[in-house]
């Protein structure tokens, strides 16, 4: 017999056991936008005004509100929803739409602009914001070695 977590919402006869497992379903959608908006904040990555971060901040949580709503129809009984029907099948197929769209949407916004981590402009940073070349022979391993270095501290 397969396992009560693995079989859709409709299957469920009990309105105990779904409007549980539905809740569950949900907390955990909330608790992922939760954390990972929580992450990038607290790494600095959503104070800029660019695409991609109004994507997490938006297009993400209205990922999981529309992944919330085609669970509750898709769970609903047809008995209960013999009114709606018409309106029950749009949104079953609008549902998933909109959320394929934002996930190309925040696919394209990635692929777009991937850096999402702002640097903090101080008064240390305008000092020293070059990097001095080396001196020796160009493209060599000396080089390579003297200007590496730099260029990590600089990024750091």
Not at 1 to 19: A, E, G, R, T, Y
Request: glycine share 6%; proline share 5%; charged share 15%.
């Amino acid at each position: 017999h397969p396992s009560v977590f693995i079989s859709p919402l409709s299957n469920v006869k009990d309105p105990q056991l779904k409007n549980l497992s539905y809740l569950g379903c949900v907390v955990c959608l909330v608790a992922i936008v939760y954390l990972v908006r929580k992450w990038l904040q607290h790494y600095g990555n959503l104070n800029s005004s660019s695409a991609l971060v109004l994507y997490i901040r938006w297009g993400f949580p209205l990922i999981a509100v529309s992944i919330s709503c085609y669970w509750a129809l898709s769970a609903g009984t047809e008995d209960s929803l013999a009114r709606l029907r018409d309106l029950t099948q749009l949104a079953l197929v609008a549902f998933p739409r909109a959320v394929y769209s934002l996930a190309v949407l925040g696919f394209v916004f990635l692929l777009w602009n991937p850096v999402t981590v702002f640097m903090k402009r101080t008064q240390d940073s305008d000092a020293d914001n070059t990097v001095t070349t080396y001196g020796g022979a160009p493209g060599s391993q000396a080089e390579l070695l003297h200007v590496i270095p730099q260029i990590y501290r600089k990024m750091q």
